[in-house]
């Protein structure tokens, strides 16, 4: 072997030992983070899904990110996800977009709206309709990412504790509703609030309020509403409640292109699985309510009551885009494609279900 050779291989070799070492560092490099999220500690399936979330990351990053997930008793401010993500206490967060309707109401839509998109319609939108680039471009002055964090399904209308046969039964009550419905409602004449989820029971068994709405029966048996107000009402203000998973801008573009992907990645596959872990809680509540919770009185809101939900819905949509392009925007798309998605959704899952209940 000549000298020229070995010069070579020394070279090849320190340069591969160079770029070893650079590689190995950057794999060494460990990134902590902290997730805030509205839900206490045992409220599946809402708190599995940033916990599924992030033991997926760290397992997919070998241990290169690691996400501490602090329930709503940990942090104390169930309604402060938002502020904390955008002003770096947390990386992450998990909530809901409506939440934040108080502070930019171009955030309400991507939550889930009256009389709007099912589940599976949401979801289409999100991924191939355009919602995702609106959510992006609503989220941008907030410096922060949101991402779909997983969806409630078609959620009941709520727990109440006398029959609603008149739109007159309504006005006068306390009822715990979010969201654009919780307007809907108070333009009916009730008085609309929020509690952290911690609280409501004991705000419907002490009497503050006279009604709420909470998920559907997976997760509302559990808090036992149908203790203290029987009368349960089917769904028309929540058809596809989706949650959020919300990111830091700089943290998230600190991270290495790998980290970004796998951490998109996990949030896409946890909120599937939250949506059908509640399906299951759902079905599986639904099939032993008749028989051990005889008391519980299902109901569906007479004619009269639906049609002033809607008009009411329809006058109050109008009234909100008054000065709000980015809303109208956001609303006008989700409706031309619910328009367009509703002939496939009747075609494929209600005439099926029709003919096969
Ligand atoms: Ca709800």
Redesign the pocket.
Do not use: D, G, N, R
């Given at each position: 072997m000549n000298m020229f050779g070995k010069t070579t291989k020394l070279l090849v070799a320190s340069a591969l030992l160079a770029g070893l070492s650079t590689a190995s560092m950057a794999a060494e490099k460990v990134y902590k983070w902290k997730l805030a999220t509205t839900w206490g500690p045992t409220l599946s399936p809402f708190i599995d899904a940033p916990t599924k979330m992030a033991e997926m990351v760290e397992k997919m990053s070998d241990g290169r990110l690691q996400i501490r997930v602090d329930a709503s008793n940990k942090h104390k401010s169930a309604f402060g996800i938002l502020d904390m993500v955008k002003g770096g206490q947390y990386d992450m967060g998990h909530s809901a977009s409506y939440y934040w309707k108080g502070k930019d109401i171009n955030t309400m839509p991507f939550s889930t709206m009256p009389f709007g998109l099912t589940t599976p319609e949401q979801y289409a939108w999100f991924y191939h309709g355009g919602g995702m680039e609106l959510m992006k471009k609503t989220y941008a002055k907030h410096k922060v990412l949101s991402f779909p964090g997983g969806s409630?399904g078609n959620?009941m209308g709520g727990w109440f504790r006398k029959e609603i046969n008149t739109v007159d039964d309504l006005k006068g009550l306390k009822m715990r509703i979010?969201g654009f419905a919780g307007e809907v409602m108070a333009k009916l004449g009730l008085t609309v609030t929020n509690i952290a989820p911690g609280e409501l029971y004991t705000s419907l068994e002490r009497g503050t309020i006279d009604a709420l709405?909470?998920?559907g029966p997976g997760m509302d048996i559990n808090m036992g509403f149908h203790k203290v107000a029987p009368y349960y009402y089917t769904g028309w203000h929540?058809p596809g409640?989706d949650l959020q998973f919300l990111v830091n801008e700089r943290a998230f573009n600190k991270l290495p292109k790998d980290l970004q992907e796998i951490l998109v990645t996990a949030m896409r596959v946890s909120a599937y699985d939250m949506y059908i872990q509640n399906y299951h809680m759902s079905a599986e509540a639904w099939s032993k309510m008749i028989s051990e919770y005889p008391n519980i009185k299902i109901k569906t809101f007479p004619k009269e009551v639906m049609d002033a939900l809607k008009q009411t819905n329809k006058e109050l949509r109008a009234e909100i885009v008054k000065g709000q392009p980015l809303l109208k925007e956001i609303l006008d798309s989700q409706e031309a494609y619910q328009k367009k998605a509703r002939k496939w959704t009747e075609m494929s899952d209600y005439l099926y279900l029709k003919d096969n209940l």
């Open positions: 409630s959620q979010p709405e909470w998920v929540e409640l």
